[in-house]
């Protein structure tokens, strides 16, 4: 269910501000299963009774955006000119194909040929501004004609499982939060709980600053996808997390000193379940909890995450035992500080 | 009839890295075979067919494209199960991070181009290009599961699927050279029909991309007197100077070199103009870094013609070409074969 739902979600494309298609299939799974609303931003905030009612607000988060492009401009010789929507290394996405706009148009980032290149371009990455996507148009007016300014770009990749229980797939930053929440309220709950899932999160965490607004919870967990750099040749305490080891439960990354009891909660609960957990070890990225721990009055708030590796790359690479561990904690963590 | 897009979306699909091109070879045999008297696959795996033997005092004509595309080689697999490789031909490192992979091995194993990730790449490491040495491929495994499937030698190539774009274009990776077998295969179609006078024979190469090696062993075996390469060059894009690029769609480059049979150049663009198909010029000073080198030092030596389709991102794994300049690259060479077929004594006025 889990990797099915993850499957579906993936495959769809939801640049940051371009969520809707994502959104439409996350609704289509909540009819009739809770009680929702889109708020003017395009977040869905959901709301499912439990058996009882909990001492502290709860708020459980995930983004439905995921990394992207947007066409700025077209040349004329049909090429266009792109942005990056969201914290992407422009080496990731040379040489590969994209679709771009509402109506699905198959494009590539190309490059001049490397005969063509001097011995230092060879070994500078093409910034950002210079890169360039060719639908095959002849000119920038027959361009136009296809594709217009503002269209979004998504990287065309599938998902696929390989190796020793690993998914590679575009998006699963976050669309595997989205799955959990889910996969959530498909169960029964233990106590009220509201669920967003929240828009622009690659943008600056804006659509979940309004979302917890909105819900004004006591207590927030975050559903994400993290960094993990477990790779040879990168050091020990480098490598932030590792793939296989459980999800990543953060004490402080560059947008949020997280709530230390439920810092410590959360390991509580993965030991005395058999789940297991790891710390992420380096001060590094960010995610919804920068925002909702400021919402308002102030948020109590935890980020449980799944390992990524290539994240924000048309192949992240994560572990299926990470996944279905995260899918476990997120639950019985959201029971117990339901009244911390 | 051979469609030269269909023909080429099968070509692009097999896979055929330089040294390992089995595949592919098995595949254009195959292809060849209804056009030919004889094929025959040489010892280092390059496709050599006979299509027609010359009446006397005819010449004999090789057409040649390469069958190999680029790709990487595992050298070593380490303690975490990670593969280390090598390029196998020119790849462009720029565009390896985060890539889809296949390694051949035991049986197709996919995998990922490892990279850091850029939340913790700062500003300066995102414009560098890793080395190929900084590199590894990720294929989930731990040591003793890689070793089982995976050995040093196995090739790698980029995950890469074939798409039709605007204005009927072609997305397809090897289309260096493909795009020139599928032409050489639907030329054979042309020259069948035709049952010129003058021998006829198809080589697809192998390991043009490490140095036109299948060229110098088949190009002796062949013993023709005229040697024509097909190969892919430059079309042009805004970021590529424009005096070392040709168009797309614009027909194909003839190429005119000294270390090229400038008759033969000629005759190309008189028949071009003649039969109304769109060209272009290709100037090149010295050799032409294609076959047409290393035929026309093969053996005793024969006269040499090059035309070249052009494409967009060559050694990339989106190469993108335009089909119509495959079908003309293959009726001006199918007709420069069957105007010889009808001159007596050898070369002919043009040659």
């Known amino acids: 269910m889990l990797f099915d739902t993850l499957k579906d979600l993936c495959m769809i494309d939801g640049p940051s501000g371009f969520e809707q298609e994502v959104a439409r299939e996350i609704c289509r799974r909540l009819d009739g299963k809770c009680q929702y609303t889109i708020d003017n931003l395009g977040n869905i905030l959901a709301f499912k009774k439990g058996k009882e009612t909990p001492k502290n607000k709860l708020m459980i988060s995930a983004h439905m955006d995921e990394v992207g492009m947007i066409v700025t401009g077209a040349l004329p010789d049909g090429m266009l000119r792109i942005g990056m929507v969201g914290g992407i290394d422009p080496r990731v996405v040379l040489g590969r194909p994209v679709t771009v706009g509402p109506k699905k148009i198959k494009g590539v980032l190309g490059t001049k040929a490397m005969h063509m290149q001097t011995k230092e371009e060879r070994s500078t990455a093409v910034p950002a501004d210079k890169l360039y996507i060719d639908i095959g148009a002849k000119d920038k007016e027959d361009a136009l004609s296809i594709v217009s300014l503002g269209d979004p770009v998504s990287f065309c990749a599938s998902y696929q499982e390989f190796g020793e229980g690993f998914i590679c797939s575009k998006a699963i930053d976050d669309r595997f939060g989205c799955a959990v929440l889910l996969t959530m309220i498909e169960s029964e709950l233990s106590y009220d709980t509201h669920f967003a899932f929240c828009v622009q999160e690659e943008v600056g965490l804006r659509g979940a600053r309004a979302a917890a607004f909105t819900i004004a919870p006591d207590v927030a967990i975050v559903v994400e996808t993290t960094t993990a750099a477990d790779i040879s040749g990168v050091e020990e305490h480098k490598q932030v997390c590792k793939l296989g080891d459980g999800p990543a439960v953060s004490f402080m990354d560059n947008a949020t000193v997280y709530d230390r009891e439920l810092y410590a909660l959360a390991f509580d609960v993965a030991r005395k379940n058999g789940i297991p957990c790891q710390t992420k070890t380096l001060v590094a990225g960010g995610n919804d909890a920068g925002a909702i721990h400021v919402s308002r009055g102030g948020v109590r708030t935890i980020a449980v995450s799944i390992p990524g590796r290539y994240l924000h790359s048309p192949s992240t690479v994560a572990s299926k035992r990470d996944m279905e561990a995260a899918a476990r904690l997120v639950p019985l963590l959201a029971a117990e500080a339901a009244n911390l | ?351």
């Open chain 2, 1 to 351: 009839m051979i469609d030269v897009t269909q023909t080429l979306l099968t070509l692009s699909a097999c896979t055929g890295v330089a040294g390992a091109e089995q595949p592919v070879a098995q595949l254009v045999s195959g292809m060849l075979a209804p056009c030919a008297q004889s094929v025959f696959i040489d010892p280092l795996g390059s496709v050599l067919a006979t299509l027609c033997e010359p009446q006397s005092g005819y010449p004999t004509i090789l057409l040649d494209a390469h069958m190999d595309e680029i790709g990487m080689i595992v050298t070593y697999i380490d303690d975490n199960g990670f593969l280390k490789v090598g390029s196998c031909g020119g790849v462009d490192r720029r565009l390896l991070l985060a890539q889809r992979v296949t390694v051949h091995g035991k049986e197709p194993v996919f995998g990922v181009v490892a990279a850091h990730s850029p939340h913790l790449s700062t500003g300066e490491e995102r414009k560098k290009v890793p080395e190929m040495d900084d590199l590894l491929i990720d294929i989930g495994c731990s040591r003793e599961r890689a070793m089982e499937l995976v050995r040093p030698g196995d090739r790698v190539t980029i995950e890469s699927q074939a798409f039709s774009m605007q204005n009927g274009r072609v997305c397809a990776k090897a289309s260096d050279d493909r795009a020139g077998v599928a032409a050489v295969l639907r030329a054979a179609e042309l020259i069948k029909e035709a049952a010129p006078a003058c021998g006829v024979k198809a080589l697809l190469s192998v390991q043009e991309e490490t140095g036109e090696r299948g060229a110098k062993a088949a190009g002796f075996t062949a013993d023709c007197d005229i040697a024509l390469a097909v190969d892919v060059s430059f079309a042009l894009t805004s970021d590529a100077p424009e005096h070392k690029c040709g168009k797309l769609g614009e027909g194909p480059m003839i190429g005119i070199a000294p270390t090229l049979t400038k008759s033969i150049s000629d005759e190309f663009i008189r028949l071009a103009k003649e039969l109304k198909i769109p060209y272009q010029i290709e100037v090149m000073a010295g050799e032409t870094s294609t076959n047409a080198d290393a035929l026309g030092v093969a053996g005793k030596g024969a006269k040499t013609g090059l035309l070249s389709i052009p494409l967009r991102y060559m050694h990339t794994p989106v190469e993108v070409t335009q089909p119509q300049d495959i079908e003309h690259t293959a009726r001006l060479l199918a007709e420069f074969v069957i105007r010889m077929g009808k001159q007596k004594e050898g070369c002919t006025h043009a040659v």
